[in-house]
Nanobody, 121 residues
Framework: QVQLVESGGGLVQPGGSLRLSCAAS????????MGWYRQAPGKERELVAT???????NYADSVKGRFTISRDNANKTVSLQMNSLKPEDTAVYYC???????????????WGQGTQVTVSS
């Protein structure tokens, strides 16, 4: 019932920037947490950044000061501005949302299909 679609991935040189966007759709009553995770080849999926509906944000230490998460509550979207990109940032980035569907009794977790970010010279 809750669907997430990511966009904005691509190839960028070290030190460059990319902006990822994620749009939520479906029979959604309320979205609490939205955020971004990433998974590099051979590694487990890890948290990048999250934001609550009230505006509080949380960042992984590895991206703090370089990445900025923002949220458009009206359109149920979340974006990730990535600056000063490093090769270590190369991964598939996944959008995540913790949402209450219409008619639901609890929040459910939804995942997007992922968008590839490659940082290479």
């Amino acid at each position: 019932q809750v669907q997430l679609v990511e966009s904005g991935g691509g190839l960028v040189q070290p030190g460059g920037s990319l902006r990822l966007s994620c749009a939520a759709s479906g029979s959604i009553f309320r979205i609490n947490t939205m955020g971004w995770y990433r998974q590099a080849p051979g590694k487990e999926r890890e948290l990048v950044a999250t934001t609550l509906s009230g505006g509080m944000t949380n960042y992984a230490d590895s991206v703090k000061g370089r990445f900025t998460i923002s949220r458009d509550n009206a359109n149920k979207t979340v974006s990730l501005q990535m600056n000063s990109l490093k090769p270590e940032d190369t991964a598939v980035y996944y959008c995540n949302a913790h949402a209450m569907p219409f008619g639901g009794l609890r929040y459910v977790t939804a995942w997007g299909q992922g968008t590839q970010v490659t940082v290479s010279s």
